[in-house]
């Protein structure tokens, strides 16, 4: 399918296929879906949200960032992981502030991802935060190491 059709099945398809098209815009590799993978952020759809936030990574989407801090908050764990691993792949330096609060997240899942995409940003403040978690939570601690080490 082209970004055309992928883009028209993210906005107009059912819950599954608008996930289905989130996803496969990621994978096309085409800048003209970061704009309506962004929309897709905010989707009723949590396969969506989950996929569109991903994708924007995969696209090497700087843009992206300041739509996906706010991603950090939404009320799926899934959602919350995607976006932090975004976050991480797009080494977001300007994100680490966000990152840092969410490694306060209720979820192991979303905070192993926090903990990782903090890594990834290389920052010295991120470095200095994960640090600290070292002593304190170890369901992310061998990931925490990985780039303290």
């Given at each position: 399918m082209t970004?055309?059709?992928?883009?028209?099945?993210?906005?107009?398809?059912t819950g599954l296929k608008r996930s289905e098209a989130a996803r496969d815009l990621g994978r096309l590799g085409d800048k003209r879906a970061v704009q309506p993978l962004i929309k897709a952020l905010t989707d009723k759809h949590v396969g969506v949200r989950n996929?569109?936030?991903?994708?924007?990574?995969?696209?090497?989407?700087?843009?992206?960032?300041?739509?996906?801090?706010?991603?950090?908050?939404?009320?799926?764990?899934?959602?919350r992981k995607s976006a932090a691993k975004a976050l991480g792949m797009l080494r977001a330096e300007h994100a680490v502030g966000a990152l840092i609060q969410s490694m306060q997240d209720s979820s192991e899942l979303v905070r192993k991802s926090v903990a990782r995409s903090l890594g990834q940003t290389g920052s010295q403040e991120a470095l200095i935060a994960l640090k600290s978690v070292v002593s304190s939570d170890a369901a992310v601690y061998r990931i925490a190491r990985h780039y303290l080490d």
């Open positions: 970004c055309k059709d992928l883009t028209e099945m993210l906005q107009n398809g996929n569109a936030a991903y994708a924007l990574a995969e696209l090497g989407s700087a843009e992206a960032v300041p739509h996906l801090i706010p991603v950090l908050n939404d009320s799926d764990e899934w959602v």
